[in-house]
T-cell receptor
Framework: AQKVTQAQTEISVVEKEDVTLDCVYE???????LFWYKQPPSGELVFLIR??????QNEISGRYSWNFQKSTSSFNFTITASQVVDSAVYFC???????????????FGTGTLLAVQP | DVKVTQSSRYLVKRTGEKVFLECVQD?????MFWYRQDPGLGLRLIYF???????EKGDIPEGYSVSREKKERFSLILESASTNQTSMYLC????????????FGSGTQLSVL
């Protein structure tokens, strides 16, 4: 079965701290995609990154970085030098197998609420 | 600016009422989705549509129906609202490519009293 686990329900940090959000997934498919979305207080989920199962290269985008490890079925997200504007709910998601493909259905984790205190 | 627009940000309805949640996208996307978001449960797929008049059940379709008469509009219908349908409802769209990202609306917080 396809599953995404975000074990951290809430994280609170002080501005400028680094923080890592964990994502562990389960799938029997060899081809799949992983995503991260950010949901600020406005409610709209904003796409952050998509990674396919054949690309294990880590990615860095400004203060954001992602560590994809197939050996541990994890796709963790790190924010360096966090800022108050990073406060949001972050969702990890998986597509593939009976999901995804041209239909682009996603399975979401339960989300991690990140609170960055000034 | 491309957008997915949900007609209401907040909605309060009574048990037994018929409720329509509307979603419009201006990106000419083939795929449209309705998710509900509940604390501790994340986002769960209710229905999706991959073309006009086409629909498929998601993971939790019970108590819901949908309508897609035009490509840009996807409606979620609660035939007889119940208190356990109190939730945040999120609409999304995507092009028909392989594992494309989804574009989301701002959500409708529905309270059923």
């Amino acid at each position: 079965a396809q599953k995404v686990t975000q074990a951290q329900t809430e994280i609170s940090v002080v501005e400028k701290e680094d923080v890592t959000l964990d994502c562990v997934y389960e799938t029997r498919d060899t081809t799949y995609y992983l995503f991260w979305y950010k949901q600020p207080p406005s409610g709209e989920l904003v796409f952050l990154i998509r990674r396919n199962s054949f690309d294990e290269q880590n990615e860095i985008s400004g203060r954001y970085s992602w560590n994809f490890q197939k050996s541990t079925s994890s796709f963790n997200f790190t924010i360096t030098a966090s800022q108050v504007v990073d406060s949001a709910v972050y969702f990890c998601a998986l597509s593939g197998g009976p999901y995804g493909g041209a239909t682009n259905k996603l399975i979401f984790g339960t989300g991690t609420l990140l609170a960055v205190q000034p | 600016d491309v957008k997915v627009t949900q007609s209401s940000r907040y909605l309060v309805k009574r048990t037994g009422e018929k409720v329509f949640l509307e979603c419009v996208q201006d990106m000419d996307h083939e795929n449209m989705f309705w998710y509900r978001q509940d604390p501790g449960l994340g986002l769960r797929l209710i229905y999706f549509s991959y073309d006009v008049k086409m629909k498929e059940k998601g993971d939790i379709p019970e108590g819901y129906s949908v309508s897609r008469e035009k490509k840009e509009r996807f409606s979620l219908i609660l035939e007889s609202a119940s208190t356990n349908q109190t939730s945040m409802y999120l609409c999304a769209s995507s092009p028909h490519g392989d594992n494309e990202k989804l574009f989301f609306g701002s959500g409708t917080q529905l309270s059923v009293l």
